[in-house]
Every structure is written in structure tokens, then in C-alpha cells.
């Protein structure tokens, strides 16, 4: 083909599909040196079959046209507020120096992620054999680096004025609870590439993505934290079209062929419960961490989930599926969630990269009208337990190390379906070893397949082998530490850890903006 | 099929096994209805050590000693569970004489004992 026919061919002004059609072509070439099978090695080992690759809706032809420019005008637009965020000291605005410990969480647990999805979707784009698939993930993988790097721009400011945020992507591969979303993302990146788009695109982005974007910007909006806000909405017009892809690429594998009808189900059972299990970290977020409260995780999760995946899961029964197994589980522990997530955090408040505190008679009041059916009975006898601990200078910190669940990497911290008074636990034998879950949804995840878990990283267990300590320390030595050993691996420094009320945090928060000191540890002279 | 993988016949690499702990056994230990200490606690143990030593110089260390309902247990009434099934320890038996080896998980009841205010907690 030279310049000249296609010049001659194309009409002046090109339609939508013509352009795609235009921008895509010569791209599904027939291999000649090596078979198809062997340049797409990865499209067949799931068991998913497809019959024709054209019938891919690529939901990107009809906003291709418009995407470099509205992108670029987005960029724009955010780095010219992020600018006037710098100058104007926005750090200040917020509701609370306590606020800034989301914007610690988002950084630490979600924006390595967004690098973690990008790097996926540059490989789905190598590995689906389709030219839509492939434009689509390529696509996708731009959009989800452009994420990444807007959010660590805009959270370098905070960065400059508060502690936890300093060594981002360092911690994210060592610190304990960062394991929770770096293991998510790597599952979904070693299994096949049918898998992956289900579990990201379809399964997170489509079923779940409301319940974290939703709750950090309108956290952020409710909080006078203008940066997150904009980053939020820079993302947010992505996010629309990723989703649109999460729906387009489930009905086009339900559509080829009815026997991937039950290998999909499996997979929307696995990563719904995943995706549930790394939610935990929102819900201590929207509950506990931001100082003016949006609503609450059960609002949330009534709304996002119950409500709008109810009517998903019915629009695509007629497809053979249903809705996610042990999703009665999540409803059931609506009312416990964020208060096991939050204990959790303030038992090992020594080890997070953020400054948790034992909620507030205000918080915990609050926390009552939304939990009237949990919160006083089972959850408020133990934060008062631990405010009276503080009054005395007593404050309880756990300093063992937790059991944690071999599939979400989250200790044992949640209880029976039926219990709320009790840990949950599971537990199976795989070649002559015992493997422990924190719940139905994660053992079966295991058990389907063992081989790929019993390689998990479990801190707790790298910790004990000692292989989280800095090169050149001596766990024989008398005066050895582990605690304090471990924490220099992780890169801690003075304040990224331990309680908000006396952190360096606070003392700065306080001074910045001419206020005495308050809280529960407030000194009687 | 143990994994779904593209090469057939792949098997992984196990991170936890006994032998990378340094001659100890990774042992479980739970309070059944304490949830104020937020999850079990993981303990790397001597297989050789009796589990009346497990009583008397371990626990104490641990997260469990700082629970309100700690100094109240009264030992003689506790009840045990291995892999969430019941049994009696024999307390001069070493752990692994009591079936307890590498990665098994321990529950302790305490009957009487409820937790903070008597909410499990």
C-alpha cells in the first residue's frame, strides 16, 4: 500500500469508525515465520475459547478521536492547580492534620497500584491476539501510568510538610500491610491474560471501582484537600472508560463460547472476594481515618455493591451468571469491618507508615448512630478500654507478631460469619503442610490453586526466617531488636510511625496553625 | 490441577518451609473470644519444647499478657484446641509429642472469660 492509494481512498473527513478503522489497520496480520498459536502462546491455557477476535467491541474507536486532546488539556489543568496548591500552602487547608494519614494510605497502598496495573495492561496488550483487546490494554496501560505519576506529583507537596510518605515504592514491597494490594496486583499479573482483564477490569474496575475512588475524593472534597480532589477528577474520566471496558470485555468472553461461562464465575468469585478484602483499608478510611465523615462503609457498601451490583449481577443473568460467591458474607460484616481493620491498626501501631489514634468521643458517637446494632455492643467497651489505657500513659500496642492468611495476606483479624465475638479461621493441607485463611472466600482461592499460593510472601513469616532485616545486621547480637530491625528495612525514619497525638505530625499541624495542644493524651498541668 | 499455568507440570517454590526457620517450628496461637488482641499470634518455637514451658515462659511475652482478662485465666480450666478440633495437652510433652508441628494452629478457651466487658473483645 503507498501514501498515494489511501490518500485517494479516504474521503477528507474520516467518521469515528473510519478513523479506528484507519488507526488499526494492517495491525491483525497473518504470521507467516512462526504459527499463531506460538506468537500468542497465552491465549489458550485458561480454557477460554474464542471463535472470532472481531467481534470485540473496542469500547476506546468511539472516544479515540477526542483523547489526546482531552488528556493533554487535563494535564494541563492539574498541574496548573497543583502549582497554585504549592503557592498557596494548600497543605494547611485541610480539616485536620489527622487527614493527612489518608492521603499517606493512598499514596503507600493505591498509587503502586495504579503502577501495578499499568505494567499488566502493557502485557495483555502483547498478549491478546485480537487488535481491539490489544488497543484497549494498550490504551488502558498509558491512562494507569498517567495515574501513577499525577498522584505521586500532587502527594509530593504533603510530602514536604508530614512524615510516612518519604519512601513510597520502597515500603510498598516490604512493609507488612502493603503486602495486602502489592499481592492482589500480582496474582492478577502472573495469571493468564483472560484472567487478569476479568479480575482488573471487570471484577475491580467495574464491580468495585466506586468504592475507592468515591470515598477518597469525596473524603478529600468534604476535607479541604483540593490536590487529591483534582487528581480524583483528572482520573475520573479514565476511569468511566475503563470500566466500559470491564463490561464490554466480560459480555464478549460470555458471547463466544457457553463453556466459559463457568471459568468466568470462578474468576469473578475469586477476585470479587479479593477485591472485598483489600476494601478493608477503605473501610477504616471512610469510618475512622477522615476527620468530617462522608458516610459510612455500610452506606457505602449498601449502595456501590449491594444495590448497583445487585442489578448488574441480574442484567447479566441471562448470561448464566450469578451473583459473586459469599457475597452474604460482606453484607453480614458491613457492621464489623472497619472497626477489626482499625484495631488492627492501633495493635500495631508501630509498623504502619501512618499515625493512627483511638477514635474520639465525637468519632465514636458518630460511629454509634451508623453501627446502632454493632458498635456499642461489641466495638465501643474495647476503644474506651483503650482510651483509659492512654489517660494513665498505658497505651496497649501489640508487639507479637500476627497469623496471617496465606491467599489476602491480611492477619486473622476477622470474625465467623455467624460471631462477631470470634476470629474466623480456616485452615487445609496441601502436600503434607498446613495453609490457614481468614475465610471461606480466601481458602477456596487457595484450594483451586494451591501450587500458586504456597509461594506467597508473607511478611510475618520473611520476618521470622530473617530475611527483613538491613544487610549487615546480626540477629545474633545481644542487644538485638527485631522490632527496630525490621523498621530500618522498611526505611522508617522518627514519626512515620506510632500515634498521632504526640507525633511530630501533630506538633507541626498544631504550630502551623496557632492551636493548643488536644486529644487524649492531653497533659492535666 | 494444582495451578493453571502455561507449562505444564509447574510446580512453585513453598516460602514457608520448615527448615528456613532456623530449627524452629512456626506455631499459632489464639484466645477464643479476645478480639481486642486484633488476630492470632505467630510464634516460631523449639519442636523440643515442652508445652508446659509454652504456658509458663512463652504466652507471657506475647500480646495475649496485656488483655485485662490475662491475670483472671486460671489454667486448670482451660480448654485447647489443635487445628479447631478439641484435645488435651499433655504439659510435659514437648510441642511436637503434642501434634503440634510446623504451621499448626492453637486455640485457647477460657470459660468464664469473655472478652472486655464480656463482648468478646
Known sequence: MTDKTTAAAAPKKLSLKAKYAQ???????????????????QTHFEGIKIHDWEKWEDPFRLTMDAYWKYQAEKEKKLYAIIDAFQQNNGHLNVSDGRYV???????????????????????????????????????????????????????????????????????????????????????????????????????????????????????????GDMAT?????????????????????????????????????RWIDKWFWRGYRLLTLVSMMMDFMVPKKVMSWKEAWDMYFVQNGGALFRDLERYGLRMPKYWEQTVVAADRLSCEAW???????????FNPWCPTAEDMDWMSQKYPGTFDKYYRPRFEHYRELEKQGKRFYNTTLPMLCQTCQIPLV?????????????????NGMKYHFCSDGCKDIFDHEPEKYVQAWLPVHQIYQGNCFKPGTDPTAKDFNPLAAVLEYYNFGPGDNMDYAGSPDETNWLKWKGLAKSGPLKMAS | MAVNALQPGYTGEVKDRVELFHGNHLIYIGWDQHMMICAPVALPLPPTMPFGALISDVLPTTAFAAHPDWPRIDWSQVEW?????????????????NGLGHKSALRLRTPGLDGIGATGS
Not at chain 1, 484495631?343 to 507508615?353: G, K, S
Request: proline residues 7%; negative net charge; charged residues 20%.
Open chain 1, 101 to 223: 494519614n489518608t492521603v499517606k494510605l493512598f499514596l503507600t497502598g493505591i498509587s503502586p497500584e495504579e503502577y501495578s496495573a499499568h505494567r499488566m495492561f502493557a502485557m495483555l496488550g502483547r498478549n491478546f491476539a485480537g487488535v481491539g483487546p490489544q488497543i484497549a490494554a494498550q490504551m488502558q496501560s498509558i491512562d494507569e501510568l498517567r495515574h501513577a505519576q499525577t498522584q505521586i506529583h500532587t502527594i509530593s507537596q504533603y510530602n514536604k510538610y508530614f512524615n510516612g510518605m518519604h519512601d513510597f515504592r520502597h515500603m510498598h514491597d516490604r512493609v507488612w500491610y502493603l503486602s495486602v494490594p502489592k499481592s492482589y496486583f500480582e496474582d492478577a499479573m502472573t495469571a493468564g491474560p483472560f484472567e487478569g482483564i476479568v479480575a482488573i477490569s471487570f471484577s475491580f474496575e467495574y464491580v468495585l471501582t466506586n468504592l475507592i475512588f468515591m470515598p477518597f475524593m469525596s473524603a478529600a472534597a468534604y476535607n
Open chain 1, 343 to 353: 484495631n488492627t491498626f492501633y495493635n500495631y501501631a508501630a509498623a504502619a507508615n
Open chain 1, 23 to 41: 488507526l488499526t489497520r494492517g495491525l491483525g496480520w497473518e504470521t507467516t515465520y512462526q504459527p499463531p498459536d506460538k506468537v500468542f502462546p
Open chain 2, 81 to 97: 484446641l489443635r487445628s479447631g478440633k478439641p484435645f488435651k495437652p499433655d504439659p510435659g510433652k514437648s510441642l511436637a509429642d
Open chain 1, 414 to 430: 476477622f470474625s465467623e460469619p455467624d460471631d462477631p465475638t470470634q476470629t474466623c479461621y480456616r485452615e487445609s493441607d496441601y
Open chain 1, 229 to 265: 480532589v483534582t487528581f480524583g477528577f483528572s482520573a475520573q474520566s479514565d476511569e468511566s472508560r475503563h470500566m466500559t471496558l470491564g463490561i464490554e470485555c466480560i459480555k464478549f468472553l460470555l458471547e463466544q463460547d457457553p463453556g466459559n461461562v463457568p471459568i468466568i464465575q
